[in-house]
């Protein structure tokens, strides 16, 4: 009798789980840089014109999965969605505390000729070629990687030049369970690593 109990309650774990739906969790994407930048100013001038980021990536719904061993997989959402917005959103906030005003740019063909035309000193725009979280579950643990690529391009023009940098860190960890709030602190960490970096030395 005890075994067609355990034969039953498993049969309805199974069930339960193949009726689950996928669930989305919102990730507040948020640079918060570690070190001020006293020589941006001088770098890129007091006025930075923002071309509209292009999110490159072939899925730009999610920016994350978790699988687990059994049931369905849930997924990451950037907050504020999409994910450009939420970038963007948070440098522009940053670039303000640091004295750098920001100016919406509609487009720019990415010349060093096409400087002089513009209204401000430096000119910036970002290809979003990866921003990825994968989790899978294995036994009593999981593993995640977490893989984030960006080409930036920023025009100078006082330098007339364009200096691009193509950036890409990507962080592994092994924890018991993948819970979202660990996924968003990992990515923030990676963009305050990226952003650091490139405010200290854009060029």
Known sequence: MKAYRWVIILFLCFFILGCAKARTYSLYLRYQPSRDFPSLQ???????????????????????IHTPIQGVSSYFKSDPFPLERAIMKSLTEVL???GVKTVPISSWDGRPESLKAMETDSILMIEIKKFWTE?????????????IHFVMHLGVKKEGKVFTKNVTVEKEMTVLRLAPEKVEQTINEILTEIFDSFFTDPY
């Open 42 to 64: 001088q770098k890129i001038g007091s006025t930075l014109g923002i071309v509209p980021f292009r999110d490159e990536r072939p899925d730009t719904l999610y920016i994350g």
């Open 96 to 98: 303000s505390l640091q």
């Open 135 to 147: 989790g899978r579950a294995v036994y009593f643990k999981t593993n995640a990687k977490t893989s």
